[in-house]
């Protein structure tokens, strides 16, 4: 059943067949998906942004993301346009971060996290944002400063604190060039080329 659909989400119930045979319904938040970018610069630095969140009722610090809203979206396409919209920047250098469940107890969304670099600023016409979008605050923190707040409790956003652990993880493992590339499957999000 799907007793609610909104302008971006919904609501769906299913009859849930358990291993011991018995039959529990669960409700879920429907979502098309996300992507979010980590760009970092030659200097360590990742911008973040700054923004209105209404169900939390906080203004949090994140990386650029949105929603992949058209159906079959390529995803890398989708973070690009998202690099410019909120930081009216692009990249030459992206790489797949993580992917992730955002809240798998609740929701089915999906978010794949990119890491783009050799980031620079964009020639054209800057994007007019909207609402949330509307006053956004833009700033490029050293990496280092971002893996500290995650780990004090400071940041919140999940897409900006699994994206700075990973990339921090990246950088004491195997390196950067080791993670996947742009294109990979997305098996929770298939795409087209």
């Known amino acids: 059943e799907t007793p609610f659909t909104g302008r971006v989400t919904g609501v769906r119930t299913d009859e849930v067949v358990m291993p011991d045979g018995s039959v529990a ?3 879920y938040q429907t979502h098309p ?3 979010a970018v980590l760009a970092l610069d030659d200097r360590q630095r990742v ?13 949090l610090w994140e990386i650029p993301a949105g929603l992949l809203d058209v159906p079959g979206e390529n995803p890398l396409r989708a973070a690009q346009r998202e690099l410019y919209e909120e930081a009216h920047c692009k990249a030459e250098d992206w790489r797949v971060l993580a992917d992730v469940y955002t809240t798998p107890g609740g929701s089915d969304e ?3 996290i990119y890491l783009a670099r050799e980031v620079s600023e964009f020639a054209g016409e800057r994007f007019s944002g909207s609402e949330e979008e509307a006053d956004m605050e833009l700033a490029w923190v050293p990496l280092k400063e971002l893996v500290r707040r995650v780990l004090a409790g400071d940041l919140h956003n999940n897409c900006l604190v699994v994206g700075v652990l990973a990339l921090q993880a990246a950088l004491t493992g195997d390196g ?3 993670l996947r590339p742009a294109d990979a499957p997305w098996p929770a999000r298939p795409f087209t080329a």
């Open 47 to 59: 911008i973040v942004v700054r923004q209105y969140r209404h169900p939390v009722r906080h203004r």
């Open 176 to 178: 950067l060039d080791a």
């Open 25 to 27: 319904r669960r409700d």
């Open 33 to 35: 998906g996300s992507v």
């Open 110 to 112: 999906a978010v794949r």
